[in-house]
């Protein structure tokens, strides 16, 4: 079992940015396929993003496509979000999660989740 622990969270203007980070410990990330999710209040956990377990390859979702980059570090078995022109509507809580099947959209191949962490766009 992989332990995630999100940060970089907060409040931010409309257009402004904020970086992510998503410390893994307990094993290492360097198998893993990463992802990033967000829980706005009343609506579902939507996918984000996810990069390889090498980095490689990478896949967003169409609503940050071109405004959010994934990145990672398995030397430091670290995930990031670099999130750019942040718009209110990206106002939610932010998880990362691992899975075991590669890079993938699929909620439930997510096997370990962090705790989330806020981040608020204000208009």
């Known amino acids: 079992q992989v332990q995630l622990v999100e940060s970089g969270g907060g409040l931010v203007q409309a257009g402004g940015s904020l970086r992510l980070s998503c410390a893994a410990s307990?094993?290492?990330?360097?198998?893993?396929?990463m992802g990033w999710f967000r829980q706005a209040p009343g609506k579902d956990r939507e996918f984000l993003s996810a990069?390889?377990?090498?980095?490689?390859?990478?896949d967003y979702a169409p609503s940050v496509k071109g405004r959010f980059t994934i990145s990672r570090d398995n030397a430091k078995n670290t995930v990031y979000l670099q999130m750019n022109s942040l718009k209110p509507e990206d106002t939610a809580v932010y998880y990362c999660a691992a899975s075991l099947r590669g890079i993938t959209r699929t909620i439930t191949a997510y096997v370990d989740w962090g705790q989330g962490t806020q981040v608020t766009v204000s208009s």
């Open positions: 307990g094993r290492t990330i360097s198998n893993y396929g």
């Open positions: 990069i390889s377990a090498s980095g490689g390859r990478t």
